[in-house]
């Protein structure tokens, strides 16, 4: 099993930047992608931002150029943490962001249980 936990959301003015923080703990050594997700009120949950194992990303092309995703890995190898910098944020990034994580040979997905973004003046 992979438990991820999210921290790091709140309230920010347009313009702003807000870090978020995802630590992965369990059997992350099978997740050979992590990334973020979001969902907005009254929409369907989308891509924001993903990495790999061997560092690729992938990002919307909403968020291209603004947000940075990283992943670290603990020398042990028992967490991962991911962070998601988010720089000139606008109204539209207001949404719950989800940590997410995917074993690809199982084909299994995990989700946090999300953190709350608000972007407003």
């Known amino acids: 099993q992979v438990q991820l936990v999210e921290s790091g959301g709140g309230l920010v003015q347009p313009g702003g930047s807000l870090r978020l923080s995802c630590v992965a703990s369990?059997?992350?050594?099978?997740?050979?992608?992590m990334g973020w997700y979001r969902q907005a009120p009254g929409q369907e949950r989308e891509l924001v931002a993903t990495i790999s194992n061997t560092g690729s990303t992938n990002y919307a092309d909403s968020v291209k150029g603004r947000f940075g995703i990283s992943r670290d890995f603990s020398r042990d190898n028992v967490k991962n943490t991911i962070d998601l910098q988010m720089n000139s944020l606008r109204p539209d990034d207001t949404a719950v962001y989800y940590c997410?994580?995917?074993?690809?040979?199982?084909?299994?997905?995990?989700w946090g249980k999300g953190t709350l973004v608000t972007v407003s003046s």
């Open positions: 369990g059997f992350i050594f099978r997740l050979n992608i």
């Open positions: 997410y994580g995917k074993d690809q040979e199982l084909g299994m997905n995990y």
